[in-house]
């Protein structure tokens, strides 16, 4: 069965500062990765996701991540912070099924 | 149109009520999701219907009862419900691999 684990269930960031979200998989077979942001009293929104190909995805708003198979890793980064980028965050893996699942999420806070 | 829209977004019910929650997609997906959200937890899966067959049920108790009239429509139908099923319920649909859009999700409150 495959799983994600996040790292922090907290992170905070001065604003321009670089932004590291730290999620880890577990799946006998090469998972679909995923990064969903959500925002408060929000649905969540798919960020970038990896399927197959290039291991370094780019997604909105500036966000991206590496698949990292030797490390079982694919965290997400961000140069540099914006206050809009508060919200929580949630990595997902699929083995490209109906089922979806989501770690446990990661809050960003952006301090000015 | 790229919108899962859900009504209502809020919702207060008794124990004894029945009520039911909506959500339409014009995507022309084939998977249609509900999934609960309680505060400060991620999104618990309850439901995926696919090309309108209810494919994926996670042991939800019978208290909630999912529909799919047609492609673009997905129910949730509430009865007899618990004040710890208060939460958001979030609609979501999917063409397939993982990549899933989201409604902005109906409160429910249970009193």
């Known amino acids: 069965a495959q799983s994600v684990t996040q790292l922090g269930s907290h992170v905070s960031v001065s604003e321009g500062a670089l932004v590291l979200l730290r999620c880890n998989y577990s799946?006998?077979?090469?998972?679909?990765l995923f990064w969903y942001v959500q925002y408060p009293n929000q649905g969540l929104q798919l960020l970038l996701k990896?399927?197959?190909?290039?291991?370094l995805v780019k997604g909105i708003n500036g966000f991206e991540a590496e698949f990292k198979k030797s490390e079982t890793s694919f965290h997400l980064t961000k140069p540099s912070a914006h206050m809009s980028d508060a919200a929580e965050y949630f990595c997902?893996?699929?083995?490209?099924?109906?089922?979806?699942?989501f770690g446990t999420g990661t809050r960003l806070q952006v301090f000015p | 149109d790229t919108e899962v829209t859900q009504t209502p977004k809020h919702l207060v019910m008794g124990m004894t009520n029945k009520k039911s929650l909506k959500c339409e997609q014009h995507?022309?997906?084939?998977?249609m999701y509900w999934y609960k959200q309680k505060a400060k937890k991620p999104p618990e899966l309850m439901f995926v219907y696919s090309y309108e067959k209810l494919s994926i049920n996670e042991s939800v108790p019978s208290r909630f009862s999912p529909e799919c009239p047609n492609s673009s429509l997905l129910n949730l139908h509430l009865h007899a419900l618990q004040p710890e099923d208060s939460a958001l319920y979030l609609c979501?649909?999917?063409?397939?691999?993982?990549?899933?859009?989201f409604g902005e999700g109906s409160r429910l409150t249970v009193l």
């Open positions: 995507m022309g997906h084939r998977a």
């Open positions: 990896y399927t197959t190909g290039a291991t």
């Open positions: 799946s006998s077979v090469p998972p679909y």
């Open positions: 979501a649909s999917s063409p397939g691999g993982g990549e899933l859009f």
């Open positions: 997902a893996v699929t083995l490209n099924t109906d089922k979806l699942i």
